[in-house]
């Protein structure tokens, strides 16, 4: 049997600014249970919104907030990771690394939480 190991770097879009400080993380409501995996196929983007909070952007439009168990040094700074998966599903039992540019490119590796179905609540625009 051969397996076949997929590595991701995924590149968060942040808004400008970033959303490092978790008073601008934006607020979100459950619109579902929890789930422990989600299908790496079906996502779209992530944005990193502090060392502790993820949110995945599906192809579909379902958001999954992944708030981590303990915070990862350096991970809303860099705002980008990277994790490997052999069965197609990123999950909760997984981990992520943060990856820096320059040399040695990586940074701490950190466990994920479970994936929350989120839908986010829009600001009000200022004028």
Do not use: W
Not at 3 to 22: H, N, Q, S, W, Y
Not at 55 to 82: H, I, S, W
Request: hydrophobic fraction near 40%; proline fraction near 8%.
């Amino acid at each position: 049997m051969r397996m076949i190991l997929t590595a991701l770097a995924i590149a968060a879009v942040a808004a400008p600014g970033g959303a490092r400080d978790r008073s601008q993380i934006p607020e979100a409501i459950a619109a579902g249970k929890p789930e422990n995996c989600i299908r790496t196929i079906s996502i779209r983007e992530t944005h990193v919104r502090s060392d502790s909070v993820i949110d995945f952007d599906m192809v579909g439009g379902k958001v999954y907030r992944n708030t981590l168990p303990q915070a990862c040094p350096e991970l809303g700074f860099e705002e980008k990771f990277l994790y490997k998966t052999s069965i197609g599903q990123l999950c909760s039992v997984d981990t992520i690394t943060v990856l820096h540019d320059g040399p040695g490119g990586a940074g701490p590796t950190c466990g994920l939480g479970v994936f929350q179905p989120v839908t986010l609540v829009k600001a009000p625009k200022h004028p």
